[in-house]
């Protein structure tokens, strides 16, 4: 059997706890899992990369854990908070890795550590590590008074890998692929030397909402509508360590619909298709999906490929259009691209676009003052356009939110919002008076309700289901 390195909280909860003494700026966790940080914010297309989730408390009581959305990064499984921003004496620090249940701390639904990273790890202890297996043999074998007296570590390392030679002949683990056609019975006569299977997950939505949004199209938005589509996710991996998935989506209703907004989206649904296919390692993440890749600069427009890495603190992704659709023409081989790089409480987002309009591109700066305050600063030159300059702030505290922006272009913002056990309210205004409220509430067992209003007599209210 393997060594237990783990503790039960680690192993069972993927949780992991510190407490701050405001001189610490590192706390190294023990996690058989490495920690992957893509970004700590979450308005960061790469924060999706992170396996886990940190959440801080000055109580430790249940329900007292909210997310740490302040800039930090990870060197070598520790968590490194920025100088100036030590933790303070006594606050509680969780380290979270993903897992189906989301785990008990984050005071939202959206500040779980929902995913599967932590069932992924569930048997890791039914392993050595070649190295502590030679280690072993070296403390119990060898030496004086021992069965081998003088035996150097050169020696018993070379016989260890030889016998895992021999052992790959016919022990070790192998993979082979068959493609097996369900019969309307359901029921499938398995492989002789079946062991295991690749995962396979399953997840959907549906929801039905009052709409009476204004669209581009030939018919009104006003109305009732519904919609239901479930999303199956196969992974798989390689001995060496690269991970592939594949989606297939399926959508049943005559309009799909996101409960949760004041557009309607398309005549799209009643359709199946293939989603995205991606293949990871150390190397990064490489995404294929036709049409359905956000342009990075712009999610307005597509792109068919991408590929996302992290370069020492810099978290880079590059995507590209190899053949857009003819509605798309404008952006027919365009290419985007991404980077983000974070130090010492500032966080730093340049984004790009090359297409047949020309070249855009923006560069945003964001610096933590303290764990309320943050405020920001970007300038936007969109392709034939002249460059906008934006500074903005925003603050929370007890669930209170603020956030103000204003551009060079005498444009202005001003969002306020409030969020409590699972229910949250917001309220924006702009320089032309233009103002939307919208609230939103967990239901609980995955059902959640959102209504809207806007100054334009727009509204919606929906229900939306996920499992």
Known sequence: MGLITETNQQYYQGAQGFRGDGVLLSFTTTFDTNLILGS??????????????????????????????????????????????EPAIGLYIVVQL???????????????????????????????????????????????GKILQNTKKSDVLFFAKRSLQEFSYDIFKSVKAQEIEVP??????LPQDYVNYSKVTVSGTDGIAPNTAAVAETFSGDGIYSNAGVDFTMT???????????????????????????????????????????????????????????????????????????????ALT????????????????????????????????????ETAAGTSASLAMSYALNDTVTITADTDQV????????????????????????????????????????????????????WTATATAALGGGATFATGVSSDNEMYAGVSFAF
């Open 383 to 434: 392709a034939g356009a002249e460059s906008v300059q934006t500074i903005g702030a925003s603050t929370t505290l007890n669930g209170v939110s603020v956030s103000v922006e204003s551009a060079n272009n005498s444009t202005w913002d001003v969002d306020l919002g409030y969020s409590a056990g699972g229910f949250a309210l917001t309220y924006g205004v702009d320089e032309t008076d233009h």
């Open 40 to 85: 700590w914010n979450p308005n960061d297309e790469s924060y999706a990369l992170n396996n886990f989730k940190l959440y801080t408390s000055t109580s430790g009581l249940p329900g007292g854990y909210v997310e740490y959305t302040t800039a930090f990064t990870v060197v070598n499984n520790a968590i490194v908070f920025p100088a100036g921003l």
């Open 236 to 314: 798989g991996a390689t001995d060496n360590g690269i991970t592939f998935s594949a989606t297939v989506n399926f959508d049943t209703a005559n309009t799909e619909i996101d409960t949760g907004d004041f557009e309607l989206d398309a005549k799209d649904g009643g359709a199946a298709g293939l989603g995205a296919v991606s293949m990871s390692g150390t190397f990064g993440t490489l995404t294929f999906d036709e049409a359905g890749i956000d342009n990075l600069y712009s999610d307005a427009t597509t792109h068919d490929m991408s590929y996302s890495t992290t370069v020492g603190a810099v």
């Open 98 to 144: 993903k897992l189906l249940s989301g785990g008990k701390y984050g005071s939202t639904e959206a500040e779980k550590a929902y995913g599967e990273v932590v069932e992924d790890n569930y048997g890791s202890y039914e392993y050595i590590k070649l190295s502590d297996a030679v280690d072993n043999f070296m403390v119990g074998y060898v030496g004086d």
């Open 318 to 353: 590059v995507a590209h259009s190899v053949g857009a659709l003819a509605a798309d023409t404008d952006y027919a081989k365009a290419t985007s691209f991404s980077a983000g790089y974070t130090a010492s409480g500032m966080a730093f987002t340049l984004l790009g676009s």
């Open 184 to 189: 309307n019975t359901l029921k499938m006569i």
